[in-house]
């Protein structure tokens, strides 16, 4: 039996979610389910990922609660620089960023060595609205995790500064949790 530990990230556009969701699946032993790999299907079935308002984080509650919810507070400036370096494979969705991350070749895949795009969303002149949309939508979310007592907020630029005090909540917490076949840590 696998441990059960439900986890959703949040954070704004670029913040690091799918960094840290990876990190705590491999260091923890746990499967990592991303809301953005499901997003093309769920678009094509006009639903929406979870949970980005309070009344899918309500639903959520209903039916799998999380133990812990791990909230990203990133500056903009971080959040700009990281969002103009990355680069997309449109057909597979892998992702590259030019400073940390970067493709073999410049502007290549590199499995397919087809081209890559920057998505107009990433680009600076739609981030802020990306961000003042994150920020309405996300504080009443945040406020009832808050109040269920189970919201972790981490501040900083670099995932490395911040993974350690992450990292030690996340060790004093999975100890306790009971054995289930379904290991879960959701990147919002």
Known sequence: MAK????VIMG???SG?????KRIAHNFGLQYLSCAQFLQDIVASNQTGYPRTLRQAQA???LYPPHMVISLNIPYETLRERLSDKWI???SGRVYNMTFNPPRVKGKDDITGEPLVQSEDDKPEA???RLRHYKDVAKPVLDLYKSQGILHSFSGTDTDRIWPYMNSILSAKLPGLHSEPHPEVYGV
């Open 12 to 14: 704004p556009p670029g």
């Open 60 to 62: 959520l509650n209903d």
């Open 17 to 21: 979610k799918g960094t840290i969701s």
């Open 89 to 91: 494979h449109p057909a």
């Open 4 to 7: 059960l530990f439900r986890a």
């Open 127 to 129: 981030l802020m609205a």
